[in-house]
């Protein structure tokens, strides 16, 4: 087939996500081999408006395959929801003769995506990069696996001491919009209740068992919360529980942007590597606007469209999993 696309630009948007490093080097290097020229977008959109372009070169990307982070730097870019930012945007692409783009991120970059790639011609593809996993049509995202592994780490550590102290502790994790990796890290230590935003939270129904569980003197019991949980977080959860549990103590740990960090897992980094790869090979066969993602360990492009639509869904079993390990 010919190979049409000589110039690409791959950019890093959105919260950022461990693995994103080695997805960038994998872009990288497959153009390389396919002789595209390559050009490092900075700050996502944000470096597309304002000119924030360099070619990038085989030794650009040494040794950035453990490291987390982007080395080029993230941004949420309000400037480009506007159609004057797009067109600006356009116009540096065409500057530069960029002739089809690579965009690693999340939902919120695809959606950016889809509406630049249907205002101009110029072929997107994108990478599915989030610690959140909320991404409908993929199996895993760039992210997830080292930002569960660092919360498992952490509640860990914390169940010690939680055990030593009969305490009630809540632990909230990232998650604005799914519950992925409350639910993963949740099950993985042995959580007796987690929170996600998908289900509606029966708080009556968790002190109804905290106060069983108080009558018998069994004061421990972890509680993973996300942070978009309908209850409204760790926080919230604590007010209630307090009000209802006098005899408990009750402490409270939010976990934060320790998830995104830190150098990626094995899993990230093969995944970001397969992802990288197979984004330059889409753009070669001529494909337009689809994402990389991966199904049933096969790399699979599903429209961008689909993965801004279809959020993600946690099935009934999942929390019947959940229920009958924690009792
Ligand atoms: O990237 C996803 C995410 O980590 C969410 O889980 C979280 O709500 C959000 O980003 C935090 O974004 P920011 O770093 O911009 O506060």
Not at 151 to 164: E, F, Q, S
């Amino acid at each position: 087939m010919q190979n049409k696309i000589k110039r690409i630009g791959v950019m890093t948007s959105g919260g950022d996500a461990p693995g994103m490093n080695a997805a960038i080097r994998a872009v990288v290097r497959t153009a390389l081999y396919h002789q595209i020229e390559v050009f490092g977008i900075m700050r996502g959109y944000q470096g597309m408006i304002d000119d924030d372009i360099f070619q990038m070169d085989s030794r650009s990307v040494a040794n950035i395959i453990q490291r987390g982070g982007t080395i080029l730097k993230s941004a949420r870019c309000k400037e480009f929801m506007e159609p004057a930012g797009r067109k600006k945007a356009y116009d540096n692409l065409r500057k530069h003769e960029i002739d089809g783009l690579v965009i690693i991120g999340g939902d919120g970059s695809f959606r950016g995506a889809c509406v630049f790639s249907s205002e101009f011609d110029i072929p997107c593809i994108g990478l599915a990069g989030t610690i959140d996993k909320d991404i409908s049509g993929t199996d895993f995202t760039i992210g997830f696996d080292t930002a569960v592994n660092t919360a498992v780490d952490a509640i860990d550590k914390i169940r010690d001491t939680m055990d030593a102290h009969d305490r009630i502790f809540i632990i909230e994790v990232m998650g604005r919009d799914a519950g992925y990796i409350a639910l993963h890290s949740g099950i993985a230590t042995g959580a007796e209740n987690i929170l996600i935003p998908e289900r509606k939270t029966d708080i009556n129904n968790i002190i109804q068992s905290l106060q069983e569980k108080e009558r018998r003197k069994k004061m421990v019991n972890l509680i993973v919360v996300a942070e978009g949980d309908d209850f409204g977080g760790a926080n919230e959860v604590q007010k209630i529980l307090e009000e209802n549990l006098p005899k408990s103590e009750i402490r409270v740990c939010i976990l934060g942007h320790i998830q995104r960090g830190g150098s990626p897992s094995c899993m990230d980094r093969v995944l970001a590597s397969r992802m990288g790869y197979h984004a330059v090979e889409c753009l070669i066969e001529g494909r337009h606007n689809v994402f990389v993602g991966i199904q049933n360990n096969k790399m699979n492009y599903v429209p961008l469209e689909t993965a801004v639509k279809n959020k993600g869904k946690i099935g009934e079993e999942w929390m019947k999993i959940v229920k009958i390990l924690a009792s």
